[in-house]
């Protein structure tokens, strides 16, 4: 019996090394990969970034977003080192969207937007939540562009899980309304 207890601590030690070891490669990883992404967005001739964040296809980084406030321009570097420059017209919405799965579409989105409208309720502007969790899982900024390759673009505003109405939460918010602001201000410059 000691013996199997002494293994299932030692496994559960294990399992957290290794998760430590894992996100700190993982961040290790994002430092090395914005450090090429800046190089590369530094040679874009007439693009200064005034703006820049990560951006995520459900859990996993995808890429980095880069805004030139001056040229009202963005342009998002893959992980792949590849980039593409978007001019305003190309963005299609701006939502800050909570608590969602992993991966949200614009059919989603247009659906609970759909069911609030039938059901008689009025959806909060730009911010779509499960209000009956005390839980926060995620806080995404949602932007659909007209692109192929990057038709949603998530950027990620809350790195861990948290409560309502903590710092984390609050800081969270600030941040996606923040971006929310700025993308829409690109989006209606077109």
Known sequence: MVDIFLLTALGAIGALAYSILKSNKLKKRVRTLAVQSDAIVAQI??????????????MDLSGFLYVDV?????????????????EPNDILDVSIVE???AIITETQITDKIRKALLDGLKPVSGLIRNKKDSNVNNIHVVMHVKDSDH????????PVKTQRNTPAYENAIHIANSWQELLKALMHSA
């Open 45 to 58: 001739d007439g693009f200064r970034a005034s703006s820049a964040c990560t951006i995520v296809n459900g």
């Open 99 to 101: 608590n969602n799965p």
């Open 151 to 158: 038709n949603t673009v998530m950027i990620n505003c809350l």
């Open 70 to 86: 001056e040229s009202k321009r963005f342009c998002i570097v893959s992980t792949n080192m590849s980039y593409k420059l978007f």
